[in-house]
């Protein structure tokens, strides 16, 4: 074999496995939504869906758990059932990422794809109008004070 067929043959190889890279990269990603966006979400396509869990709508059952997710900034919520593994930040008022497919009018998550975000521990707190402060202690509670 030549140099110049093997050189030809290695820059042959390696575009391929490149361009087989990157579409195994994106092929398998799901676009992220907020629940405002996902009145539109078509069955059988994977979304990744983020949000805030809406305080008292969390139920557990045997190895499934339901409960709704909304919007950062209020608004509009989606009704999410999920079984998987479940972070120990879990809780109501948290707020997730989780994939999941429509299926009728909720949305069933994928197992062992919620993720939850935790809120900063070295929060300075915020400021309020009445010069009071809010802060979250070690269980993630508000505290507030002067």
Avoid: H
């Amino acid at each position: 074999m030549t140099r110049t067929l093997r050189l030809t043959f290695a820059i042959v190889a390696a575009v391929t496995l490149a361009g087989a890279l990157l579409y195994t990269s994106f092929a398998g990603s799901a676009e992220a939504r907020q629940p405002s966006q996902m009145a539109s979400a078509e069955a059988g396509r994977d979304y990744r869906l983020t949000g805030i869990v809406v305080p008292k709508t969390l139920r557990r059952t045997e190895g499934t758990i339901t409960f709704r997710v909304k919007d950062r900034k209020g608004g509009a919520s989606v009704p999410v059932v999920y079984s998987g593994q479940v972070p120990d930040a879990f809780r109501e008022g948290r707020e997730v990422i989780v994939t999941v497919q429509k299926q009728g009018e909720t949305f069933q998550g994928k197992p062992d794809s919620l993720i939850t975000k935790c809120p900063s521990k070295f929060d300075d707190g915020k400021q309020k109008t009445d010069g009071s402060m809010e802060w979250r202690d070690g269980s993630d509670k508000v505290v507030e004070g002067k």
